[in-house]
């Protein structure tokens, strides 16, 4: 039996992702540079929004 990987990460877990401060990841959902949800009380984040914040930054990069 496998285990099924997240769909949506919890801020301390995209803080600890990206090695960055909740403000800062609380900053990026803001400017809408990462995208989020809320379920009830708690902020969700895609790992699809992750990514693709990712590989906007690579592009921006290069």
Avoid: N, Q, W
Wanted: aromatic content about 4%; glycine content about 2%; cysteine-free.
């Amino acid at each position: 039996m496998s285990a099924i990987p997240p769909l949506a990460l919890e801020v301390p877990e995209v803080m600890e992702a990206l090695r960055m401060s909740r403000s800062k990841v609380y900053d990026l959902i803001r400017s809408k540079k990462l995208d989020s949800f809320t379920e009830g009380r708690l902020r969700r984040i895609p790992v699809s929004a992750l990514h693709d914040y990712l590989r906007t930054k690579m592009e921006e990069s290069a």
